[in-house]
Nanobody
């Protein structure tokens, strides 16, 4: 099973930017989907951005236009560029992989948006 390691979380002021990165332990065999999910206490984990093996991107309405997902197949990484951050974006962010009929989550990286 692929292992995922996230990095890049932290504290940022409203309106600021952060870039999250996820490194996969191995290359994936198509078809697959790479994504980022987030979760706040008491709420369900939500997939907010995804990119498939063909390069097609999808976004949750809450982040569309502000967040951008990208991948580097040579480095086995998937990043999430987050701009115009809002306090409502505060959450634990998880790298997510869908492949072979299963889903794998990283341990998560915390993002706090506060002044």
């Amino acid at each position: 099973q692929v292992q995922l390691v996230e990095s890049g979380g932290g504290l940022v002021q409203p309106g600021g930017s952060l870039r999250l990165s996820c490194t996969l332990s191995e290359s994936l065999v198509s078809p697959y989907v790479l994504g980022w999910s987030r979760q706040t206490p008491g709420k369900q984990r939500v997939l907010i951005a995804a990119i498939n093996n063909g390069g097609s991107e999808t976004y949750d309405d809450a982040v569309k236009g502000r967040f951008t997902i990208s991948r580097d197949t040579a480095k086995n990484t998937v990043d999430l560029q987050m701009n115009s951050l809002e306090p409502e974006d505060t959450a634990l962010y998880y790298c997510t992989v869908f492949v072979g009929g299963s889903v794998t989550w990283g341990d998560g990286t915390e993002v706090t948006v506060s002044s």
